[in-house]
């Protein structure tokens, strides 16, 4: 008697009908690759837990977005490390800050390329923390005044999209009004809507120099346990005005990711974050895996998880591999 039962393996026999029938694509378009400047000149110093990865002056600048342009990656994400700091974040809001110049020069050597300015004041205070502290608290409402000026002076700078990271209640709302207000009201605002205060961020606070110097994140940023909170947080967002919603990390979250796909109709971001790419990056280096399958497979598993776009690290080594 023969059996019967379902042959699956014949969608699989060669390599071009499993292209065929492919149901996820990750392209070039859907990557986002973040960028630290520093003041100074003559700097490209590689971030020691992210080769790579580099802090960049702005003379330094226009051979990496060059590099970025030829690829054909759509967008940037611009982080600032400033020399001084100071207790209220000045620099993240002054017109001459770090990001501001990055920005304009950024859009005035590639104005078709898409820059994205991260909305924060970790990388500016000297307490390390995300918003306006008092007793070794974060305030939540005084700290909004100061991320919408920031997001302003972005804005005036040319930045094409903001990205809010903060965490803070409302930073939606109040960013958007402040946008709306200076006559900003088409910049789009990709909010950091689900942000895990997750270990996976080390190496990132080491190329950004905003770790703590005191506590930690946990009053703002999610519990890593949480699934339900998520979606409280991105249902604010999107009544607040969010143009995007962002999961932070990716690896980890992918349920999250998903989650939040099926919920809510907005472009999805997933940031596949600095932890994330040291861990890789350390196995490859050591002969333990084959980075670039490794690489396609886990950004793959993000857009089959629902992401839109990926912020990654990865960002010109995968636009090359999808380019071969």
Request: proline share 5%; charged share 25%.
């Given at each position: 008697?023969?059996?019967?039962f379902?042959?699956?393996?014949r969608?699989?026999?060669?390599?071009a009908i499993?292209?065929?029938v492919?149901?996820t694509h990750?392209?070039?378009e859907?990557?986002i690759?973040p960028?630290?400047v520093?003041?100074?000149s003559?700097?490209k110093r590689e971030?020691?837990s992210m080769?790579?990865?580099?802090?960049?002056s702005?003379?330094r600048l226009?051979?990496?977005v060059?590099?970025?342009?030829?690829?054909?990656?759509?967008?940037?994400m611009?982080?600032?490390?400033?020399?001084?700091k100071?207790e209220?974040?000045?620099?993240a809001?002054?017109e001459?800050?770090?990001v501001?110049?990055a920005?304009?020069?950024?859009?005035?050597?590639?104005?078709?390329l898409?820059?994205?300015?991260?909305?924060?004041?970790c990388?500016?205070?000297?307490h390390?923390?995300?918003?306006?502290?008092e007793?070794?608290?974060v305030?939540?409402d005084?700290?909004l005044e100061?991320?919408?000026k920031?997001?302003?002076s972005?804005?005036q700078?040319?930045?094409?999209?903001?990205a809010?990271s903060?965490?803070m209640?409302g930073f939606?709302?109040?960013?958007?009004q402040?946008l709306?207000?200076?006559g900003f009201?088409?910049?789009?605002?990709m909010?950091?809507?689900?942000?895990?205060a997750?270990?996976f961020?080390g190496?990132?606070r080491?190329?950004?120099?905003?770790a703590?110097?005191?506590?930690?994140?946990?009053?703002y940023?999610?519990?890593?346990a949480n699934?339900?909170e998520?979606?409280?947080?991105?249902?604010?967002d999107v009544?607040?005005?969010a143009?995007?919603?962002?999961?932070?990390p990716a690896?980890?979250?992918?349920?999250?990711i998903?989650?939040?796909k099926n919920?809510?109709p907005?472009?999805?971001?997933a940031?596949n974050?600095?932890?994330e790419?040291?861990?890789v990056?350390?196995a490859?280096?050591?002969g333990?895996?084959?980075?670039?399958p490794?690489?396609?497979?886990?950004l793959?598993?993000?857009?089959?998880a629902?992401a839109d776009?990926?912020?990654t690290?990865?960002?010109?080594?995968?636009a090359r591999w999808l380019a071969e």
């Amino acid at each position: 008697m023969a059996l019967s039962f379902d042959r699956h393996r014949r969608l699989r026999q060669t390599a071009a009908i499993r292209a065929m029938v492919r149901e996820t694509h990750l392209r070039v378009e859907d990557l986002i690759y973040p960028l630290f400047v520093v003041e100074g000149s003559g700097i490209k110093r590689e971030v020691p837990s992210m080769p790579g990865v580099y802090h960049l002056s702005l003379d330094r600048l226009s051979e990496e977005v060059d590099d970025i342009a030829k690829l054909r990656i759509p967008a940037v994400m611009v982080f600032g490390v400033p020399n001084e700091k100071d207790e209220v974040g000045s620099q993240a809001y002054c017109e001459t800050g770090i990001v501001q110049r990055a920005i304009r020069q950024i859009k005035a050597e590639h104005p078709d390329l898409v820059v994205i300015a991260d909305t924060c004041l970790c990388e500016y205070t000297s307490h390390g923390h995300c918003g306006v502290v008092e007793n070794e608290r974060v305030l939540n409402d005084p700290s909004l005044e100061l991320l919408t000026k920031t997001a302003v002076s972005q804005a005036q700078a040319g930045a094409d999209i903001i990205a809010p990271s903060n965490m803070m209640d409302g930073f939606v709302a109040a960013i958007r009004q402040g946008l709306d207000e200076a006559g900003f009201e088409y910049v789009p605002i990709m909010s950091y809507a689900i942000k895990y205060a997750s270990a996976f961020y080390g190496p990132f606070r080491d190329a950004a120099d905003s770790a703590p110097q005191f506590g930690d994140r946990k009053t703002y940023q999610m519990d890593p346990a949480n699934r339900l909170e998520a979606f409280r947080e991105a249902e604010s967002d999107v009544k607040e005005g969010a143009d995007f919603l962002m999961v932070k990390p990716a690896l980890a979250y992918m349920d999250i990711i998903r989650d939040i796909k099926n919920r809510f109709p907005l472009p999805l971001v997933a940031y596949n974050v600095s932890g994330e790419y040291a861990m890789v990056k350390a196995a490859a280096q050591n002969g333990w895996i084959d980075e670039k399958p490794v690489v396609m497979e886990m950004l793959t598993g993000m857009k089959r998880a629902g992401a839109d776009l990926i912020i990654t690290y990865f960002a010109k080594d995968v636009a090359r591999w999808l380019a071969e």
